[in-house]
């Protein structure tokens, strides 16, 4: 009698436990169909992005041709380019990562660092 | 009454730049990304308000059509020109 008594009251603390395991689980769904965490990529490489702003760079074809373009190049004061130039070249720029830069930002990018630093930060950017 | 600021015009400006690289049709998108170009550095030593505010006006007219019109050559396909590189990125413009 005992014993039934005892097996009882392990099933109701088996199915206890079971639910208070499964519990933390349903939150963590529910929480994460409120803000769905997606991992496209694992992210890009710092200096990848580094090379690639450098290549767009490069490319425009106002920045003069003998002009050495390095991580650390300003636009207006190294390329000489003036503020629609610099438009131009991120849009350039936003082709080549499919970003989209807000106003408010594109008007504080002024170098080749800064353009890196927006890209990093973007977890959009590919 | 004073007239769009310079930050406005950039953006313009920008907007602008991605609807004519959205042009399906190489022609139509150098067309385009040349008219903004020159338009935009034509009118940039324009001091007096009211010639800005009319050239902005204008400009925004010419964007809403800019961006109708893009939008519509999403919609068909056009063979590509020989100059074109056929894989999708492309840096030069």
Partial sequence: MFSSLLRGSTIALRTASARSALRPVAAISRTSLVSPLRAYSTGLNRDDISARVIDVVKAFDKTTASAQVTADTHFAKDLGLDSLDTVELLVAIEEEFDVEIPDKVADEIKSVAEAVQYIASNPEAN | ?93
Wanted: proline fraction near 3%; hydrophobic fraction near 35%.
């Fill in chain 2, 1 to 93: 009454m004073t007239g769009p600021s310079r930050t406005q015009v950039l953006a313009l400006y920008k907007q602008t730049l991605r609807n004519a690289n959205g042009f399906n049709n190489y022609n139509f998108k150098h067309y385009f990304l040349r008219k903004a170009r020159t338009q935009f550095r034509d009118l940039k030593d324009l001091k007096d308000p009211a010639a800005i505010e009319k050239a902005f006006s204008a400009a925004q007219r010419e964007l809403g059509v800019l961006k109708r019109q893009s939008v519509i050559s999403q919609m068909y396909t056009f063979d590509k020109q020989v100059v074109e590189p056929l894989d999708g990125k492309k840096t030069q413009r």
